[in-house]
């Protein structure tokens, strides 16, 4: 039954119509990596395995991060916020956001390890939704934090690392709260990655690729009740 349903779907990834193969093909899945063959599969290229299919939020952002060999955290922010096990606004983005920093960092420059993937995730799902309007810190700017501290490896004895952590909270902590209308973790999101992205260039030297500010536009609008819309700088504007 479920499998009828996924079937008339369209790729989970582009939206592009899926194709069926009578022979089955070599095929990679963009969450986890996998490679099997498979007779349904996305004119781009893009094919998810059916583990992934089923798989919670948490468990994707762990696969495809230790999968991923890229360099682009907002371009893989996108895709996680793709699958439809990640919900439109909650705390899955905190582990996200530290996740897809951590692995950019790690593909970048091969100073960092699976290990402090992990450890970036552990520590991003433990800061509960609701932060930003409960206790006046988005969590999307604590996850930025998250990332530095343990790129660095801070700790409260530290100074240097500490700082720069806490540094890096503050950064995107206040390009977050300049955003109008009710809390969005996409938004969030995606200034959250901006002041990441820039900060990695200043302190760490690190050029992480990017998706500039004219092409980052939200694919989750329609689905968001309380979307700022046309208040909002990634509103792709149209009427979805
Ligand atoms: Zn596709
Ligand atoms: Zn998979």
Redesign the pocket.
């Known amino acids: 039954m479920e499998e009828c349903n996924k079937k008339t779907e369209n790729c989970m990834i582009c939206g592009e119509e899926l194709e069926y193969l009578t022979m089955a093909i070599p095929v990679t899945?963009?969450?986890?990596?996998?490679a099997e063959a498979a007779n349904i599969h996305c004119p781009s290229g893009h094919y998810?395995?059916?583990?992934?299919?089923a798989?919670d939020s948490i468990k994707i952002i762990t696969?495809f991060c230790l999968s991923s060999s890229s360099k682009n955290p907002m371009e893989m922010a996108k895709t996680i916020m793709r699958h439809p096990t990640m919900p439109m606004h909650g705390p899955e983005h905190h582990a996200m956001i530290a996740a897809v920093l951590v692995t950019a960092y790690k593909n970048l420059t091969g100073k960092v390890t699976d290990n402090e993937i992990k450890e970036a995730i552990r520590r991003g799902a433990t800061v509960p939704g609701g932060y930003c309007g409960l206790y006046g810190t988005d969590a999307a700017a604590i996850a930025t934090g998250i990332a530095i501290s343990t790129i660095l490896k801070a700790s409260p004895l530290t100074d240097y690392e500490r700082r720069t952590a806490n540094m890096m909270t503050s950064r995107a902590l206040a390009a977050i709260a300049s955003n109008r209308g009710a809390r969005c973790c996409k938004r969030s999101t995606y200034v959250a990655l901006e002041s990441a992205i820039q900060y990695f260039r200043e302190v760490l030297g690190t050029e992480l690729e990017y998706i500039p500010v004219s092409k980052l536009k939200c694919e989750h609008s329609s689905r968001n009740k309380t979307c700022s819309r046309t208040d909002c700088r990634f509103y792709a504007g149209k009427a979805l």
């Not at 998810?48 to 299919?53: A, G, S």
């Open positions: 899945c963009t969450y986890c990596g996998k998810v395995c059916n583990e992934c299919h798989s696969q």
